[in-house]
C-alpha cells in the first residue's frame, strides 16, 4: 500500500445491506444474551465425549448412507448427549454452527477506525481446541479430529495445571497452520470454565492476550505440551493499523484480513460483525478454483433446494437466488435438503438498490456428500464482485479516511439562553 493511497478520498458506494444488518445484529446481542455458559458447556463436553466415544485415535466422521437423526428434533437444539451420536452431515452441520464465522466484506464498514479491529488470517484449518481432563483435543468444523494432544493449556495435560477443579475447561478458537505445526488463536470462547461468548471482542481479545501467555502454552513444543500455540498480531483498523496488518511480517502465510467489530459478542453461525477479505497481495486463494487449483472459466455457488423448489444460500433467513422446474427436479431425483451446484452464465446478478433481483443460474450438478451447507450470499456476492469489480484496499482506506474526516468535523450546538 503506497504512502499516496492512504490520502484517496474516494469513498465506494454500497451495494448491499450489509451495514443494515451489521446494526441489526449489534442490537439483538443487547436485546436476547443467550445462555452463554450453558452454550460453552455443551460444546465442551459434546467434544469430548465425541473424543471418549472414538478413543485416542484420529478418526474422520464420513457420510453415513442414512444420517442418523433424532425424532422430532432440529440437530442444532441437540443436548449433549443426542449431539453426540451424530455422524455424517449432521454432525457437520452441529459442528459448523458452533464457529462464529465472517462473512465477506461487499461494502466497508462505518467507522472502521473507531469500532472495528484487523488481523492477517493465517492460511490453515479452522477448528475448536478444547482443553479439560488432563487432555486437549481440536475438532474441525466438520466435527472430525484434527489432534488429540497434551498441551501447556490449563488442564490441558495430566501432568500440568493439576490445581483448580478438574472438571473446569478452555475453548479456543484457532487456526492450525502446518508449516510451523502451530495453533494460531483467533478468538477465545471460554477460559477456566469462564464463559466468554456474551462478552465483547475487546475484552475478549484483551483476556485473550493477557491469559494465554500465562500458561506456557506460547512456548515451543515439549513432551507434554506438543504443539505450540501463538498469538495473531490485532490492530485498531485506523490506517496505519491496516497498512500493518496488509503489508507486515507474520511468522504464517497470509490467507486475507480479518475484521472484527469491537463491540460483537461471539455469534455461533454467519455474522456480518465478523468479516474477511482477500485480494492478490495477502491471499494465495482470491477466486475460487477446482479441485486441481485452476481457477474456473464461471463462477460457481452451492445453494440449498427448498420445499418450494427455490434455491437459497445459506444465511438466517436465506437468500433466493432462484426456482428449479417441478418436473425437472423430479426427473433427476432431488429433494428438499439437497445442495446443488450452478454456474452463473453471462446474466450475470442483476442487482437494484443493495438487493438480488435475479440470477442467470445454470444447473451442474449435485455437491459432494461431505459439504455441509450452501454458500453464503455474501460469498457469492464477494466472488461476483472479484471476477467484475473487486473491493480493493484503495476502498477500504478511502472509508477509513472519510470516518475519521468525518469524526473531526465540528458539531453545530445551537445555544439556547
Keep these: 500500500m503506497a504512502p499516496h493511497d492512504l490520502r484517496r478520498q474516494y469513498k465506494r458506494p454500497a451495494i448491499s445491506d450489509q451495514q443494515r444488518r451489521r446494526e441489526l445484529s449489534l442490537r439483538r446481542q443487547e436485546q436476547n444474551r443467550r445462555e452463554a455458559q450453558l452454550q460453552a458447556r455443551r460444546l465442551a463436553s459434546t467434544l469430548l465425549s465425541l473424543e471418549q466415544a472414538s478413543g485416542p485415535e484420529d478418526i474422520e466422521l464420513v457420510p453415513d448412507p ?10 442444532k437444539d441437540l443436548d449433549v448427549h443426542q449431539a453426540s451420536k451424530l455422524r455424517g452431515p449432521e454432525a457437520r452441520k452441529w459442528f459448523a454452527r458452533q464457529l462464529m464465522l465472517p462473512e465477506w466484506m461487499i461494502d466497508v464498514p ?37 489432534h488429540h494432544f497434551p498441551s501447556a493449556l490449563p488442564n490441558g495435560a495430566r501432568t500440568r495445571d493439576v490445581s483448580g477443579s478438574g472438571q473446569s475447561y478452555s475453548i479456543l478458537d484457532c487456526i492450525f497452520h502446518e508449516a510451523d505445526q502451530t495453533y494460531y488463536v483467533i478468538d477465545m470462547l471460554c477460559w477456566r470454565g469462564y464463559s466468554l461468548y456474551d462478552c465483547s471482542s475487546e475484552f475478549r481479545f484483551f483476556w485473550l492476550n493477557s491469559k494465554l501467555s500465562e500458561t506456557g502454552a506460547c512456548e515451543p513444543p515439549s513432551h507434554y505440551h506438543k504443539y505450540r500455540f501463538s498469538l495473531v498480531p490485532i490492530y485498531t483498523c485506523d490506517q496505519s493499523g491496516l497498512q500493518a496488518a496488509f503489508t507486515g511480517e507474520v511468522p504464517y502465510v497470509k490467507d486475507g484480513l480479518l475484521f472484527y467489530n469491537k463491540h460483537a459478542h461471539y455469534q455461533p453461525g454467519n455474522t456480518p460483525l465478523a468479516l474477511v477479505w482477500k485480494d492478490e497481495s495477502c491471499s494465495q486463494y482470491v477466486i475460487d478454483t477446482d479441485n486441481k487449483g485452476q481457477v474456473l472459466s464461471q463462477q460457481q455457488v452451492v445453494l440449498e433446494l427448498q420445499d418450494d423448489c427455490k434455491v437459497t444460500t445459506s444465511d438466517d433467513p436465506p ?18 435438503g439437497s445442495l446443488l451446484r450452478f454456474a452463473i452464465g453471462d446474466g450475470g446478478l442483476s442487482i437494484v438498490n443493495g438487493k438480488l433481483e435475479k440470477a442467470d443460474l445454470h444447473y451442474l450438478g449435485k455437491v459432494n456428500r461431505a459439504r455441509a451447507f450452501a454458500d453464503s450470499y455474501s460469498k457469492v456476492m464477494f466472488q461476483y464482485m472479484v471476477r467484475h469489480s473487486p473491493l480493493r484496499i484503495d476502498d477500504i482506506v478511502a472509508s477509513i479516511s472519510s470516518s475519521i474526516e468525518e469524526g473531526n468535523k465540528p458539531c453545530d450546538v445551537e445555544m439556547v439562553g
Design 66 to 75: 442414512e444420517p442418523e437423526h433424532v425424532p422430532g428434533t432440529s440437530s
Design 110 to 146: 462505518d467507522r472502521l477506525p473507531h469500532d472495528w479491529y484487523v488481523f492477517a488470517r493465517p492460511s490453515g484449518k479452522r477448528c475448536f481446541v478444547v482443553a479439560s481432563n488432563g487432555t486437549t483435543i481440536s475438532r474441525q468444523r466438520n466435527g472430525s479430529v484434527l
Design 319 to 336: 437468500v433466493v437466488l432462484g426456482c428449479l422446474d417441478l418436473e425437472f427436479m423430479q426427473k433427476l431425483g432431488l429433494h428438499s
